[in-house]
């Protein structure tokens, strides 16, 4: 089976189990792999701070299971020129406590999203093409942008609306304790007791149709092992980040469905292509270098041709997931098909760091978290060990608890790191513009570009692609401008995974591209 028809049939396969049946309502548990840094929406685009956000909050739109933009908040809009958009909002939308959705509160939710002190991954990017808002009646906004930018909806349509009353001059801890965190989705906030668990209770007033539990407590099982087991004696009914090592037996019990969709999320190592003298490099001696390796493009093409990404997926991740050679998988709006993954040839590789000056290879520390996907710090571990193969010493492999090493990474604070972006758009914009254009707060531009790649002939194509409004052109141009910064090796793809979610009998669940674990997602599965 192809890909793209594994894809389908999986989505399909979700699709048909959509959540919020409506009978017999009743409590949910949810055993959770990561823990969120903060309650207020606007804090870090990273899925383990929106999965909870999604619950409490909407945005203008959503997103179905396969990444395509539905009508959310915003019930139509319309693009009136190549710089004005006319957003019509949904009538009778009411906040948690009672009060309608306005326009002030989208102009305010916008205007705050754009700087939240501290954020490891802000909504910068989401909201930088804004000029302009004004509220033209109670149900209508007009958005003036800097520039032509046809892709609008896909960058403030995600960004989470919040009560302006509530939420202005409010910092993490009001968010934290539940004032501040008022919203008009599904679900109301009731309380977060850290490392331990997450409680939401129905909305009554939701404007959607209502969730199928009454109660949805979220205990934070961080440990792999951990959540399968209380999935397994019924302490929990639905968990997320299924080890592939566990899918076998878990397929096995009648008890328990599972529920998997190949994802958008691309894992990859960066590299800090950015400084002089980098913190975690050094020479063969161990003592700081003089120079940064890592600058030279074929240094990094060196390293990605160490990486043996077939036996990473087929032997660590148990086939669960398909080795990169881009940013967005197959079947998202600028995939190059030409671009393949990079061969693994050790040999190759040593012999462009002998030709870029390097023949006795350098000192490299790895750095990673340990509980952010499935499997994050065996890979550095396995990353490792195939550097070591290809002539980099390794100093060391660190890893740590994503809420410290996501802080760490945007401050700059290593030098070769696992990350992971999951694209939630039905095209590579989004993320190309985040994670790869140079750092621009004002433009809007490279948010999550933690190692300051920089390269003009790329930013310069991105801008082009960005301003094109015919879908087609826009797509080629994407793939024009994914193939320079790939040649150019500005970070090292490795794979995308195939993720499940198992539950107990009794309980469905929608698989999703976008990696979301949601309680709305979940529903009652029938008799």
């Known amino acids: 089976m192809t890909r793209i028809s594994l894809v389908a049939a999986l989505a399909l396969a979700g699709l048909a189990t959509m959540p919020r049946t409506a009978a017999l309502a009743r409590d949910l548990v949810m055993g959770a792999s990561t823990e969120p840094s903060a309650i207020d929406p606007h804090f870090s685009r990273s899925s383990n701070n929106q999965n909870i956000a999604a619950q409490i909050f909407d945005r203008l739109v959503t997103l179905d299971a396969n990444l395509q933009l539905k009508p959310m908040l915003a019930e139509s809009w319309q693009n009136l020129d190549p710089l004005t958009w006319r957003i019509k909002l949904r009538a009778g939308v009411l906040f948690q406590d009672g009060a309608s959705l306005t326009p002030e509160d989208v102009i305010f939710s916008m205007e705050r999203a754009k700087d939240i002190p501290n954020s490891p991954a802000p909504f910068t990017g989401n909201v930088g093409a804004i000029a302009a808002m004004v509220a033209v009646d109670p149900l209508t906004i007009e958005v003036k942008t800097k520039s032509p930018t046809p892709d609008l909806m896909d960058q403030i349509g995600l960004v989470y609306i919040v009560e302006k009353k509530r939420a202005e001059g409010k910092k993490l801890d009001a968010f934290a304790k539940g004032e501040a965190a008022i919203g008009t989705g599904p679900f109301r906030f009731k309380e977060w007791v850290p490392g331990d668990h997450i409680t939401l209770e129905r909305n009554e007033r939701y404007w959607g149709e209502k969730p199928a539990f009454e109660t949805v407590t979220i205990k934070l099982i961080t440990n792999n092992a951990a959540r399968v087991a209380a999935l397994r004696t019924g302490a929990v009914q639905l968990i997320d980040a299924v080890p592939p090592s566990d899918i076998k037996a878990l397929s096995a019990m009648k ?70 050679g881009q940013i967005v998988p197959e079947g998202l709006g600028g995939y190059d098909p030409a671009l393949k993954p990079e061969i693994y040839d050790p040999k190759g590789a040593r012999a462009l760091l002998a030709a870029a000056g390097y023949p006795q290879g350098f000192g490299l520390t790895l750095h990673s978290s340990n509980d952010r996907f499935t499997g994050d710090g065996q890979v550095a571990q396995t990353l490792g060990q195939m550097f070591a193969q290809g002539g980099i010493k390794i100093n060391g492999i ?25 694209t939630v758009s039905p095209t590579s914009a989004t993320s190309l513009r985040n994670l790869l ?15 300051r790649y920089s390269n003009p002939a790329f930013d310069a194509k991105m801008k082009t692609a960005m301003a094109e409004f015919d879908p087609v052109k826009r797509n080629t141009l994407l793939a024009e401008a994914t193939a320079l910064a790939m040649n150019d090796t500005a970070l090292i793809p490795l794979y995308w995974p195939i993720v499940t979610w198992a539950a107990r009998s009794d309980i469905t669940y929608t698989a999703n591209r976008g990696e979301d674990f949601q309680a709305d997602y979940a529903g009652i599965a029938p008799h």
């Open 398 to 422: 660190v890893t740590q608890p994503y809420n410290v090493y996501a802080g760490a990474a945007g401050k700059q604070s290593f030098s070769a790191f696992i990350f992971s972006l999951g």
């Open 437 to 451: 254009m140079t750092v621009d707060k004002e433009g809007g531009q490279g948010g999550f570009n933690r190692a």
């Open 255 to 324: 008890e328990v469905r599972l529920f998997s969709i190949a994802s958008s999320r691309i894992i990859y190592l960066a590299l800090d292509t950015d400084r002089d003298a980098s913190p975690f490099v050094t020479g063969t001696d161990g003592q700081p270098a003089k120079s940064n390796p890592l600058k030279n493009p074929n240094v990094r093409l060196a390293l990605s041709r160490m990486i043996n990404r077939k036996a990473i997926v087929e032997r660590l991740l148990d086939g669960a997931g398909e080795p990169a």
